[in-house]
């Protein structure tokens, strides 16, 4: 590992790592990161391996641990011999806590590193779903003030950047704590009205009971948001949701997806979904396996529960382990059906493809592309695909 910042979880994580690489810039001793995630229990252990592995990479080098993990239990972390510190999510982007000197005033952004620009609109939660220890990390939602957001998005746009993906914690949060109480439509509006030049503004991971008037809207009927909505699902089945304490039930999550796919057709549905939660079912893991065609899900995340030690769901009756893995594949196996069948749908249609560093890119509906050669990074290539080959449009 060459990188010094090692990022696991969410994309929150990956554009703090950006402001991160150039806080520890100015620091007097090589520092190194890991910005850690607790999502899962497997999100810690690779956290901790992710330690390992970037200490047996830079031997001489302050390795310092930070994000979820290391914020919710930093005595495990602070104990592991590979790590010099541990800086909590509250910390993490001030100077102060990553160099031993004042570092220079860094530049509006540092050098572009991705295709497109992950822009943080708030962090924390305040809900309490029990299955999740995010809170415990992150703590109450904060949002950002639009003129924070916007001043974000210029200096991206001055970069070069095509593409703005608004992240957070809750984002379909933002906003709650802000004076007036404005809605997450409200900051979209915002920027698409200062920033007319953007091409390309995505959204991150959405509540659909938080989706305001004009956020659907704008989903919908502004072209320059891209038509793809990733939506915080997480079970098919009400008593499930009801156990999570989840706020939608699964009606309401199928009517939200047609609404969505009727007032703009070309619309791509994400959604994260997790198999095997405690008391789960039989009928429970069918109506998750259903609800991947009923919503068509082509974007899916899956996760196989895994308890959090200190929250409610780790408490209730568990779902065997080896049952668990078992449904999580079979609920991956129905979002990979719906998604072939998606990808077979775009062959023929002509799409404008962000390029990406590795030879792919992605469509305004986050489908996958094989570009040709040649194509810079970040600039948007129109393309007209033939085939899917080795799961990518070309």
Known sequence: MSDSVVTLGCRLNLAESETI???????EQRTVVVNSCAVTAEAVRQSRRAVRRLRAANPDARLLVTGCAATIDPDAFAAMPEVDGVV??????????????????APLVPA???????VPVQT????????????AGRGTSVSQPIAAVLHAV????????????????????????????????????????AFPALPRLRLSSLDGVEIDG???????????????????LQAGHDLTLKRMKRRHTRAEAVTLSQRLRAARPDIAIGADLIAGFPTEDAAMHEANVAIVADCGIVHGHVFPYSPRPGTPAARMPQVPRPVVRARAAEVRAAVAATRARWLEGLIGHTREVLAERDGTGHSPEF?????????????????TPTRIREGLLE
């Not at 999510?89 to 220079?104: C, F, I, M, T, Y």
């Open 21 to 27: 690489r150039g806080l520890i810039s100015g620091a």
């Open 88 to 105: 909590a999510n509250a910390a993490k982007l001030d100077a102060a806590a990553w160099v031993e000197r004042p570092a220079p005033v």
């Open 112 to 118: 572009p590193r991705h295709t497109r620009a992950f």
């Open 124 to 135: 924390g939660c305040d809900h309490a779903c029990t299955f999740c220890i995010i809170p």
């Open 154 to 193: 210029e200096g991206h746009l001055a970069s070069g950047t095509r593409e703005v993906v608004l992240t957070g914690v809750d984002v379909t949060g933002w906003g709650a704590d802000l004076p007036g109480s404005p809605r997450l439509g409200d900051l979209v509006a915002a920027i698409l009205r």
């Open 214 to 232: 004009l956020l659907f809207e704008l989903i919908t009927g502004e072209m320059r948001v891209m038509p793809h909505v990733h939506l915080s």
């Open 367 to 383: 489908a996958p592309y094989r570009l040709p050669e040649g194509s810079a990074p970040g600039t948007l290539v129109t393309l």
